[in-house]
Nanobody, 125 residues
Framework: QVQLVESGGGLVQTGGSLRLSCAASGRTFSSYAMGWFRQAPGKEREFVAAVTRLNTNTYYRDSVKGRFTISRDNAKNTVDLQMNSLKPEDTAIYYC??????????????????WGQGTQVTVSS
């Protein structure tokens, strides 16, 4: 199993930046593809970004391409999400997630059995 704890959320103005971090427990962190999702009030949880096990490939939803960057450090058991040029529509609770063991990556919530508790990101206009 993997336990995940997010940090780094907060309030930022439009155009600002935030860096989210997710710390994972366990010695097999590099066995899991990792992802970030977000959920705004009244909306379904949606895919934001994913990174493969050895950091060789990354994937993003279209609306964040060029603004967000996902990265991982397998030596430190962390996965980060650097968010630049933030917009009010980025406001949501952001969740870190670990994919099914051995999966290349996934963009559906159903592909991630392990989740953090979430961290709030609020972008003011």
């Amino acid at each position: 199993q993997v336990q995940l704890v997010e940090s780094g959320g907060g309030l930022v103005q439009t155009g600002g930046s935030l860096r989210l971090s997710c710390a994972a427990s366990g010695r097999t962190f590099s066995s899991y593809a990792m992802g970030w999702f977000r959920q705004a009030p009244g909306k379904e949880r949606e895919f934001v970004a994913a990174v493969t096990r050895l950091n060789t490939n990354t994937y993003y939803r279209d609306s964040v391409k060029g603004r967000f960057t996902i990265s991982r450090d397998n030596a430190k058991n962390t996965v980060d999400l650097q968010m630049n040029s933030l917009k009010p529509e980025d406001t949501a609770i952001y969740y870190c997630a670990a994919a099914r063991l051995g999966a290349l990556y996934a963009t559906s919530v159903h592909g991630y059995p392990y989740w953090g508790q979430g961290t709030q990101v609020t972008v003011s206009s």
